[in-house]
């Protein structure tokens, strides 16, 4: 139901991106190398007393990959196949997303092993309380701010931030993103990676002349995530046609409530038997005819395997890396628009960096003006990516990457190396 865990290619997709960028830029050498590199990489071991008073020992990491535009900035997950080389890709991704973004972070990315999905809350709470505690050292409102991920959320995001503020002797919310919104949170959080990808999707479409209204989407993942971007699509009159959960999908190309499947998915935790709607497995749903597809949901869905099946028009990216190398290639052949994860998906980024600065200033905005302000940076983003896709000749996870690189290379040049 999230955005979840990639195989192990992540890292050699992130490194491949990154490979070809800088050849296309003509990127000086010992820039790219130094951008194929980690500032910083700690791994922490995470003991916890279990309910039933056996000692478990989980293994943590933070992954803090470069700094030039300022303080690392990224997700904690929690899962049981969390690898070093996935959070290594995550944290470059975070990387280029901040710096198309134009917001003033560096990328980061952690996790912890486990199956948090078998914890009670209080085993879960410990656990949090413990990984914020051996990460202490590395983050700080103005070294490194963590945020939700895969299967951590607000309440985790308090716990965090009372750790770290009991440890330190005073209260410091700006120390996390994304938590509850009484405690120094942002109004317009929860939502913003859903509502930044819905605004990427009326970007998208205004350029190919296409109408919102009954526009027909897909969206693989409803999650926190994919049901936000069901939810303001459908706000747009767009039409829903078919959704996905981990243990399958649903399909009515006449159209699906949003407000239904929510409350379907709460009372039966799946969409099997969803009134009016064929199943489908995840595998078809990518292979649905439709104007748009979100996979909003695991990385590394779309592959060599099922490019060249897609019908959609265009494939938005709100999960991070559901696209390989390899089907990359096969969709830039089949002249297939693809806005990249990087761009898409960057309005949790977004508003964590309006949730900072409201921290920093204690002061707070209305939910207005964050959604308003989030519109302006999606939109600029779009269309600069736009722009020089069409100026070079490239896609747009080309152009993205092009403009992300080069920042965060200006940056790290104008700086230059210490000592
Ligand atoms: N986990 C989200 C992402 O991958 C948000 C990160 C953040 O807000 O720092 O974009």
New binding site residues.
């Given amino acids: 139901m999230s955005?979840g865990i990639m195989t192990h290619s992540a890292w050699q997709t992130a490194l491949t991106q990154l490979d070809s960028t800088a050849k296309l830029m003509m990127l000086p050498e010992d820039v790219h190398q130094t951008l194929r590199n980690f500032d910083r990489i700690l791994t922490v071991s995470v003991p916890v007393r279990m309910d039933d008073g056996f000692l478990r020992v989980f293994t943590g990491f933070r992954v803090q990959h470069n700094a030039s535009r300022g303080p690392y900035?990224?997700?904690v997950r929690y899962h049981q196949e969390v690898t070093l080389d996935d959070l290594k890709a995550?944290a470059m991704e975070?990387t280029w997303?901040c710096s198309l973004a134009g917001v003033p972070f560096g990328g980061a990315k952690g996790g912890v092993i486990c199956n948090p999905k078998t914890f009670s809350k209080s085993e879960l709470e410990r656990l949090t309380r413990r990984y914020t505690y051996a990460i202490m050292p590395i983050i700080g409102i103005e070294k490194d701010?963590?945020?939700?991920?895969v299967n951590t959320n607000e309440q985790i995001m308090a716990w965090m931030m009372d750790t770290y503020s009991t440890n330190n002797g005073y209260c410091t919310p700006g120390i996390v993103?994304?938590k509850p919104v009484n405690v120094g949170g942002s109004l317009g959080r929860t939502d913003a990676?859903g509502l930044g990808i819905a605004f990427t999707i009326a970007s998208a479409i205004k350029h190919k002349k296409m109408n919102l209204k009954g526009l027909k989407v897909v969206i693989q993942g409803y999650g926190n995530v994919g049901s936000a971007v069901g939810k303001f699509l459908s706000e747009m009159d767009c039409k829903i046609i078919a959704v996905s959960s981990s243990k399958g999908g649903i399909y009515n190309p006449k159209g699906l409530s949003c407000d239904a499947l929510i409350n379907y998915y709460r009372e039966n935790g799946s969409f099997e038997h969803f009134p009016h709607a064929e199943g489908v497995t995840n595998e078809s749903l990518l292979e649905l005819s439709c104007d748009v597809l979100v996979p909003a949901a695991m990385g590394n869905q779309i592959t060599q395997e099922n490019a060249g099946k897609i019908k959609a028009k265009m494939i938005v990216e709100g999960a991070?890396g559901p696209t390989t190398t390899e089907a990359d290639q096969i969709l830039a052949e089949r002249k297939m628009p693809v806005v990249p994860d990087i761009l898409a998906?960057?309005g949790?980024?977004i508003v964590?960096y309006f949730e900072w600065v409201q921290d920093v200033q204690c002061y707070f905005w209305c939910e207005h003006e964050v959604n308003t302000r989030l519109k302006n940076l999606m939109d600029r983003s779009y269309e600069a990516v736009y722009a020089l896709s069409r100026e070079k000749k490239r896609d747009m996870r080309a152009a993205a990457m092009m403009i992300a690189v080069k920042k965060v290379a200006d940056a790290l040049l104008i700086r230059g190396i210490y000592p």
């Fill in positions: 955005q900035k990224g997700g995550l975070m997303k701010i963590p945020a939700p991920d993103t994304g990676t991070n998906n960057a949790g980024a964590s």
